[in-house]
Every structure is written in structure tokens, then in C-alpha cells.
């Protein structure tokens, strides 16, 4: 495992995202950013891994990540996301959400915008817990039940949904450009449609058995009823949003709560997920039979990508391998990414062939050449 | 008590002002000072001040010493008993330099920091760590030489040659200003420098320095090539190879011999730096007390006597040359430094003592603790208790691991240092842990994963009732409600469906459906949770139309009794509008049971129903 390295950087590491890259250009992502938690000066970071040049380099150790700036961050960063190129929406424990813009040419970070204390119970403030945006739309979720929408360069918010859930949301997703997904402490996921005046959930959908607590959710880059959850007990859960209320997979992944979870953007047979137990594994899933994908059964028009160009080699056959409802009969690998033990792994992300995540041991592990 | 060691160091509170009286109050890593009155008349002061005793685990660049180092102690702890001792100890050794190589690359940053900083803000305290630093790891380099890679005689002094190497560095910075300077020989640090190598035993590089000196000097050549020559059939033993010790012995000594002779045959009278090079070769004590600066440190001095007049000197030995290396070094009136006693209990194979003094001298438990887990480790310790229980291993770690749990983040990594102190860890950590702040759920999350992980079952729980409390507080049953799931609070999940219930007398209608219509097999923590679940139920039924099954699960929930008696003329009110549903009243079952209910009502009850009535 050459390629992977850990960079000790004096703070535990809450959550780190890759900047965006282009869809045009060819380029690996360079500049991730950080969050830090549970110190007394908590602070936003900006790293690059200086792979501005060709794909022509030497293998192995090319070097540390770089800081390049950062900023201080009042209360735990609890959820952090790239808003474009420059800007950053992070959230914080004391239930504010902070918009800070990253100037390339002088390497600083300044504060775009700020709603402080948003997220709160009527005498305290409470954890703002997960965000998710799409410009200039940004939605967030808190301890408190809360779900609130912004606009980017308005003041104030757009809309709140109080009491949209009885106990904590802990994170949020899009599903489609005017629906979100949350996941909750209660074990269910709930399907939000923003267009609807209501302050109830079009759609619930929850575990059978034990109502244990889900932490993360991430949809299907192409295929959007297909959603994977994880949660406190390291189940790895896949759910098809349009059929059935239960999880139509579920698959030992982890022996304890499972952080995140992440399709690849641009390979969707890989899934990433990292865990309190400190370890971060890699699935693939594989397709049975040898025929293109094209040739598999007639597409369905009201599918709608959202990226903006078809991915070239993906899978787009309506039975998605993760589906197959049963990890022994479909080809599902895993493998642990990490060298050895850590601490908790808190979060990861991954963006074509680089992957890079942090942990509770104040590491940084960045791995530029992820099998995908 | 004993006799302390040494004074005690004095910390003046700069606000406090003179005069006054302090109170104090220990806490687990500082004391906590306070300006109090004491039968003298006059105000108060609102100041608190807190006390620390380290200030490292404070540093940004000392965490990452602390991070990577745990991350080696958790691997060592896993090394397999049953391995042959010499893998193992080569595994040691290893482990020994990665400890190492993390502490130089915590100097060198520091050292970087402290250069990039306005001279005049060069804060003594960087310069301090840098210090500290580099003794610490001179201490650790001469403690893995002597302890851990027990080096018999042979290659106890190449060893202890490339230890003397690696901590003077300062050679290699004067050889680069020669080479690059016009004409290295005619340089005023030249011989310096070529002293140098030959006092460190790096004869390839000083005979690479002579040769430049040669080439000025045509005439001396002789000279020069007779120097050469000497220096490159210095022997030195080879560990890997075919030849004994006594062999190799025997060869030095006819080289030693060599080089007499040409010392008493005046053959580099001539020329006077020649000369002291020789006498250096011949280990003449003198000539080596004469070049003190170049060799700055007994300990070098030390290596290099040894290598001059005995390099086959056996670890035992070696303790009687380093007393007198010391003496002769330091002047009558210097006092030795802590560090120097440190070196010299650790030539004197007194581990205890190089540990102790450490401690003392140390305001961090880091550095002992680890040495002394690696040291216990190569079973080096002889395993003598305490008298406040536990072995010395133990003892060290817990000090550090409490020391670490008093910051608020590098606590994470105390409880592994518990983990691995069978008498006393479980029992620190326990006390321990539950006084970590909890911010947030994420936070409280993994400090249940580590309770849970080690069956802490008390430690569970409190932390779940605090935070459910705290959701009740905020009005956040659904939150509080998966907390005393996970806890498997029976009391608490009633205490929460008695709100809920409160609620629904108050207002008429559930609040949170989506929390009670979703529970599944959760209800069953508590009956009062139960009948909630079950009660709601009823009301569906009863609003979709469904009046058979309706009736049929108020009964049910009637003859378990699990409702609470404040609920019981609710739930018979509830009866009699569905008595007057023609497919209820149908039902014999009903009726018949009807009267069963009224029979199992308790007297009192049905005395008041029929007032009411």
C-alpha cells in the first residue's frame, strides 16, 4: 500500500471533501478541505496534493499534502460540503452554518456569509448536523429536528420545517433536485419533496427490527431510487425508494457505527464507507453476466441524471447489482484501505482515482491511485 | 515520607499580588489558585487561576508526537508472545527506531518554527523543546544501544560510534563551509575538521580532507602517505564476518603497536597537526583532553578513548571508563547535569535509575512511559512492586494516560493506554471517562462505543440518562426515546411515554406520530411504552372504520393492565362509544366480556362509575 501515506496534523479531522473538478477537464482533484472537532480553537483547512501535473509522474510517495490556509471555526465542524470552486458550507456545533470562500491567489479564507444560531431549542443552542447543497440551495439538519433551507446570497432563511422529526436528523441528501432524504436516530429515512407546502414527509421508509440509529446516507450517482444508509450498528443497508418500505439489502460491513458512506461519482460499482471501529473499506459490486449493459432491457426515460454528461462506462442496467438483495450471489468485494488500526476513520471522500479521509488519531491518509 | 530529590520548583501567579493568601484545589492535571481571604479586612479578588504542570500536550507540534507515538505503542502491545526471541527482538529494535525517528521529526519541525520566527520573538520556549528533544533521544538512541539491542563486546563500539555520530552534528555543517570555501586546506576550520573525523573514527573522510592537504604541501609528501596509510589499516571489527574477537584484537593491537612506533621514530614531528592526529591514533588521553571543544561532551570523549585504547570493551565494562571519562572531562566545579547522570546510570546498566531520573527531570510521563513499555517488553524489568501497587510499567502509563485524559482531545488515545494496564486500567478509565464534556450526540456516540466496548454497563447508562434528560429537557422525546433504547432503560422509556401520554390528556391528539407509529420492536422496553404504541393503534383503527379489530385491542389492552390507572377511565370512555356500533354489539364475545371487565374493575373504581353514571 505505497501510495498511501498519513499526514499527522494536530487536530482530529471531522470531515474532509475534495474540491469539485470540472467535468471537462481530465485532472485528478488537487485541494481537499477539513474540519476539524473537539478542540478548544477548531479550524477549517484547505490541503493540496500538488497534482497539478500530467499523469506522467513517478508511482509511489509523491508527497505529504501541503496546507495551503485555514481559518478558525467557532464550535465542532460537523458537516462541511463544497459549494463551488471557492466556497465552502460548514456546519457547526453551536447550530450556525458558515459560508467561507477560499481566495486562490492570496491563500486565505475569509467569511462569505453567516446564520448564526439557526438551529437551536428555545434556551440553547443545538448541534446543526448535516448540510447538503446545490447551488445556490443549501439544506441543513440538526439536533433539533429542524430542517432549513437557504439560498446562498439571501439573508436570512428560505424555509424551516420544525418538528420535522421527533428526534435527532443526522444527515441529509438529495434524492432529486427538489427532494431530500434524511436519515434519523429512530432508524428511518425519511423522503422530504421541498415543492410541497407540508411540514410532513411524503415517504418513510424504515429498518425492520431493531430501530437502531442511521448516520449517513448517499444516493446512486445514475440511478436515484437506489440508496445505501449506514448506521450504529455498521450495517451496510441499500433501499430502492420506490418499492417497499425496507431495506432491500442489508450487509455486515462494520463492528461499529459507520461514519459515511459514499458511491464513487463516477463508477457507482464502488462504494465507500469508513467507521468508528477504524477501518475503511472498499466495495465492488460486478454484473453476472458478460453482456453490455446497453443490451440488458430498455431504458427507462424518466430517469433523470443529474450530472450533466453520461458517465462513459458505467452501469445502467435497471437491476443494479447492488440490489441483488443477497451479498453472496452477486460478486461483492471488499477491502480495507487502511494500512493498519486507527482510530475512528470520521470521514471520507472520494472523487475519480483519489481518495482521501481522516480520522480520530489526528491522521490524514490520502490515496492517490484507488482501483476504480 | 522520603527525602525528595530535589527542591521543589517555585511558580509564581503573576496576578495574585503580595501579601495575599492563596487557596488552592488539585485537580487531575492542574492545580486551580484562588486569592482568599484570611481574617484580614479588605476585597476580594474574582480571579481564578489555573496551575498547569505541562504545558506539551498543549503544543500543536508535540500532539503529533503523541498521536504517532500511540499509534506505535498500540502496535507494540500486539507482537505475539510465542515468536523466537531473536525475531523479536529485532522487532524490538525496530520499534525502538520508529519512536526515535518520530521524536526527530517533532525537532526538526520545532527546530523549522523556531526559524521562521522574528528573531527577536524567538520564545525560549521552542528553544526548550528543541532541547529537551534532542536529550530525550540521545537518552532513548544510548538506552536501545545498551538495552534493547544488547550489543555484545566488538559491536557494542560501532554502536555506540554511530550514536556519538548522530548527535554531533555540527562536523558535517563545518566540513560543507570548507569543501565549499576556495581552497579547503588553507580554510582556518581544515584541521578542525579533520580532527573531528578522526576523533568520531570516520577515517575515509578525514584521509579524503588529508589528500587536499597533500597536494598543497608536494614536499611533506612522505608525510601525508604514511598518515594514509596508518589510517586506512585501522581495523575495525566486522560483526557479519568470519573473525573472533580475539582475532581481531590481536590485529588491532599490532596496528596500535604500528602506530607507536612511528610516534617514538618522530616521524610526523614536522609537522605539528600530524602529530596530534597520531597521538590521537595512539588513544594518548592528554592529547584528547586537549581538544575538549571539538569533542564538546564526555560521552564523546568517552567513545572516543574507547575506540583509541580499548574497542573490544564488554557492556560491563564499560561503566568504570565512563566514571572516569566524566571526571577527567568536567571540570572540578561543574555540577554534573541531570542529563550526564542519566547517560551514567545507563552505562552503568541501572535502568531503574536512568527511569527515575528521567521522571524527575521530565515534566511529561511520555518519555519514561514509553521506554519503560518497550523495556518491559524485551522482559528487561525486574518485576518489583510498588508500593502503591501495580508494576513500574503500569504505574508510568496510567500517570501519562490521566495525564492525557485532562485535555480535551487527546483523551481518545488515554483509553488505549488503559486498555493495556491489566491491574488498575479498567478502574482509571472508568472514573475517567465519565467526566468527558458531551457536546454533542456524535461526541457522546463514541464515548459509548468505548464504554460499551469494555462492558462498562454503569457508564452506559449514566451517559444515556444524561443525555435523554437533556432531550426531554429540549423537548426532544423521539431523541430521548433512542437513548434509552440504547440503554435499556425500562424506568426512562416510561418516564417518556408518561409525557407523551400527558401530552395527549392535555391537547387531545399525539404529538410525534412519526416517532410512535414507527417504533417496532422498541415498545416492548416498557409496558407504559407499550400501551402508548398499542393506544395510538387503537385510534387508527377506530378512525379508519375498523371497529371489530378496534374493540378487540382495547379489550386486550383493558385485561393486561399495562395502562396506568389515570388512563383506565379513558380507556372504558373509549369502550362505550364502540358498544354502539351495530358489529360491535353483535359480537357476543364483546358482550360477554363486558361483564367480565366489570367484574375484574376494582370496587372503588366501579363505585365511581356509577355515581358518574
Redesign the interface.
Known amino acids: 500500500m505505497e501510495s498511501v501515506n498519513a499526514k499527522y496534523v494536530s487536530q482530529k479531522i471531522s470531515k474532509t471533501r475534495w474540491r469539485p473538478v470540472s467535468h471537462s477537464s481530465l485532472q485528478q482533484p488537487d485541494i481537499f478541505a477539513t474540519g476539524s472537532w473537539d478542540n478548544e480553537d477548531n479550524k477549517i483547512s484547505f490541503w493540496s496534493i500538488g497534482n497539478h501535473g500530467s499523469s506522467g509522474m513517478d508511482e509511489g510517495f509523491e508527497g505529504d499534502p501541503q496546507l495551503l490556509c485555514e481559518h478558525k471555526h467557532d464550535g465542532d465542524v460537523l458537516d462541511l460540503q463544497f459549494l463551488d470552486q471557492d466556497r465552502i458550507v460548514t456546519t457547526s456545533s453551536t447550530g450556525a452554518v458558515t459560508i467561507f470562500r477560499h481566495h486562490q491567489n492570496s491563500q486565505t479564507i475569509s467569511v462569505s456569509q453567516r446564520w448564526p444560531r439557526v438551529h437551536r431549542y428555545p434556551c440553547d443552542n443545538a448541534p446543526c448536523t448535516g448540510v447538503v447543497c446545490s447551488s445556490p440551495e443549501i439544506v441543513t439538519v440538526g439536533e433539533d429536528g429542524k430542517i432549513i433551507v437557504f439560498r446562498a446570497d439571501q439573508e436570512g432563511v428560505i424555509r424551516v420545517i420544525e418538528n420535522a422529526d421527533s428526534s435527532t436528523i443526522h444527515a441529509v441528501t438529495y434524492l432529486r433536485t427538489t427532494e431530500i432524504l434524511t436519515v434519523n436516530s429512530i432508524g428511518q429515512l425519511k423522503l422530504w419533496d421541498l415543492r410541497q407546502q407540508s411540514n410532513s414527509p411524503s415517504q418513510i421508509l424504515s429498518l425492520s427490527g431493531d430501530r437502531l440509529p442511521l448516520h449517513c446516507v448517499d444516493r446512486h450517482p445514475n440511478q436515484q431510487h437506489i440508496v445505501a444508509t449506514g448506521g450504529q450498528d455498521g450495517m451496510l443497508c441499500v433501499w430502492d425508494v420506490r418499492q417497499g418500505s425496507t431495506p432491500f439489502s442489508l450487509m455486515e460491513a462494520h463492528s461499529a457505527e459507520m461514519w459515511e458512506v459514499h458511491f464513487h461519482p463516477t463508477n457507482p460499482d464502488h462504494l465507500f464507507t469508513c467507521s468508528e471501529d477504524g477501518s475503511l473499506l472498499h466495495w465492488e459490486t460486478s454484473t453476472h453476466s458478460d453482456m453490455p449493459s446497453f443490451l440488458q432491457g430498455g431504458r427507462n426515460n424518466s430517469m433523470i441524471s443529474r450530472s450533466a454528461m453520461a458517465p462513459a462506462g458505467g452501469n445502467q442496467s435497471l437491476i443494479s447489482t447492488w440490489l441483488s438483495g443477497d451479498s453472496s450471489k452477486g460478486r461483492l468485494e471488499t477491502t480495507h484501505m487502511l494500512p493498519s488500526q486507527t482510530l475512528s476513520v470520521n470521514s471520507l471522500d472520494v472523487l475519480g482515482q483519489c481518495l482521501v479521509c481522516g480520522t480520530d488519531g489526528e491522521a490524514i491518509f490520502v490515496n492517490r491511485q484507488v482501483p476504480v | 515520607m522520603e527525602e525528595l530529590d530535589v527542591e521543589p520548583a517555585i511558580t509564581n501567579i503573576p496576578a495574585a499580588s503580595d501579601g495575599k493568601h492563596l487557596g488552592f484545589a488539585w485537580g487531575p492535571g492542574d492545580i486551580l489558585a484562588y486569592e482568599t481571604l484570611y481574617m484580614a479586612p479588605g476585597s476580594g479578588c474574582s480571579f481564578i487561576h489555573e496551575v498547569r504542570k505541562d504545558e506539551d500536550i498543549y503544543s500543536?507540534?508535540l500532539?503529533?508526537l503523541f498521536?504517532?507515538s500511540?499509534?506505535i505503542f498500540?502496535?507494540l502491545q500486539t507482537i505475539r508472545e510465542d515468536l523466537p526471541s531473536k525475531n523479536k527482538k529485532t522487532q524490538f529494535v525496530s520499534i525502538s527506531k520508529n519512536y526515535r525517528s518520530v521524536i526527530r521529526a517533532c525537532m526538526e519541525e520545532l527546530q523549522q518554527v523556531a526559524e521562521t520566527l522574528h528573531p527577536y520573538m524567538k520564545t525560549s520556549v521552542l528553544v526548550l523543546q528543541v532541547s529537551i528533544l534532542l536529550a530525550i533521544e540521545l537518552i532513548w538512541n544510548l538506552c536501545e544501544v545498551l538495552f534493547i539491542d544488547a550489543a555484545p563486546a566488538g559491536p557494542l563500539l560501532l554502536h555506540l560510534l554511530d550514536w556519538v555520530r548522530l548527535h554531533k552534528g555540527d562536523v558535517d555543517e563545518k566540513a560543507r563551509e570548507v569543501l565549499q570555501s576556495e581552497s579547503p586546506a588553507e580554510h582556518h576550520d581544515y584541521w578542525d575538521v579533520v580532527v573531528s573525523y578522526v576523533l568520531q573514527g570516520r577515517f575515509e573522510e578525514a584521509r579524503q580532507m588529508l589528500v587536499k592537504q597533500a597536494t598543497l604541501q608536494p614536499a611533506a609528501r612522505n608525510m601525508y602517505k604514511l598518515m594514509d596509510t596508518l589510517l586506512s589499516k585501522m581495523p575495525f571489527y566486522n560483526p557479519g564476518g568470519t573473525q573472533t574477537l580475539t582475532e581481531f584484537d590481536v590485529k588491532w593491537r599490532h596496528w596500535h603497536e604500528e602506530v607507536d612506533r612511528c610516534l617514538q621514530d618522530n616521524s610526523f614531528a614536522s609537522n605539528q597537526h600530524l602529530e596530534i592526529i597520531c597521538k590521537i591514533l595512539v588513544g594518548d588521553e592528554d592529547t584528547l583532553l586537549e581538544h575538549k571543544e571539538l569533542l564538546s561532551t564526555w560521552y564523546h570523549f568517552l567513545v572516543t578513548r574507547l575506540l583509541f585504547c580499548h574497542p573490544t570493551v564488554k557492556p560491563t565494562e564499560l561503566h568504570y571508563y565512563a566514571q572516569s571519562c566524566m571526571t577527567m572531562f568536567l571540570d572540578l566545579r561543574s555540577v554534573p547535569e541531570p542529563l550526564d547522570s542519566i547517560l551514567l546510570a545507563a552505562f552503568e546498566f541501572d535502568i531503574h535509575q536512568v527511569i527515575k531520573d528521567c521522571s524527575i527531570a521530565l515534566n511529561n510521563w511520555w518519555f519514561v512511559a514509553h521506554l519503560t513499555d518497550l523495556l518491559d517488553h524485551c522482559k528487561l524489568l525486574q518485576s518489583h512492586n510498588l508500593h502503591f501497587g501495580s508494576n513500574l510499567r503500569e504505574f508510568l502509563l496510567l500517570e501519562y494516560a490521566s495525564g492525557l485524559f485532562t485535555h480535551?482531545?487527546l483523551w481518545?488515545?488515554a483509553v488505549d493506554y488503559f486498555d493495556n494496564c491489566p491491574e488498575f486500567g479498567h478502574v482509571y478509565l472508568e472514573l475517567q471517562i465519565e467526566r468527558v464534556p458531551l457536546?454533542?450526540?456524535?461526541?457522546a456516540?463514541?464515548v459509548l462505543?468505548i464504554c460499551e466496548?469494555r462492558q462498562m454497563s454503569e457508564q452506559v447508562r449514566s451517559i444515556c440518562k444524561i443525555m435523554a434528560m437533556r432531550a426531554l429537557r429540549?423537548?426532544?422525546?423521539?431523541?430521548a426515546?433512542?437513548w434509552s433504547?440504547r440503554a435499556k432503560d425500562a424506568a426512562f422509556a416510561t418516564l417518556i411515554s408518561e409525557r407523551f401520554l400527558q401530552d395527549y390528556c392535555a391537547r387531545g391528539t399525539f404529538?410525534?406520530l412519526?416517532?410512535i407509529d414507527?417504533?417496532?420492536?422498541?415498545m416492548l422496553l416498557s409496558d407504559r411504552l407499550t400501551f402508548l404504541v398499542k393506544y395510538r393503534e387503537f385510534h387508527k383503527l377506530y378512525e379508519e372504520n375498523r371497529f371489530s379489530e378496534a374493540a378487540k385491542l382495547l379489550l386486550s389492552l383493558i385485561t393486561a393492565k399495562i395502562a396506568p390507572r389515570s388512563f383506565w377511565m379513558t380507556l372504558l370512555t373509549d369502550a362505550l362509544p364502540l358498544l354502539e356500533q351495530k358489529e360491535v354489539s353483535h359480537n357476543l364475545f364483546v358482550f360477554s366480556s363486558d361483564k367480565l371487565i366489570v367484574k375484574r374493575l376494582p370496587f372503588s373504581l366501579f363505585t365511581s362509575l356509577c355515581s358518574q353514571n
Open positions: 500543536p507540534i500532539r503529533k498521536n504517532e500511540h499509534h498500540v502496535g480535551h482531545s481518545q488515545l457536546d454533542t450526540e456524535r461526541k456516540l463514541k462505543r466496548q429540549n423537548n426532544r422525546l423521539g431523541s426515546l433512542s433504547i404529538s410525534d412519526d416517532l414507527n417504533l417496532g420492536p422498541a
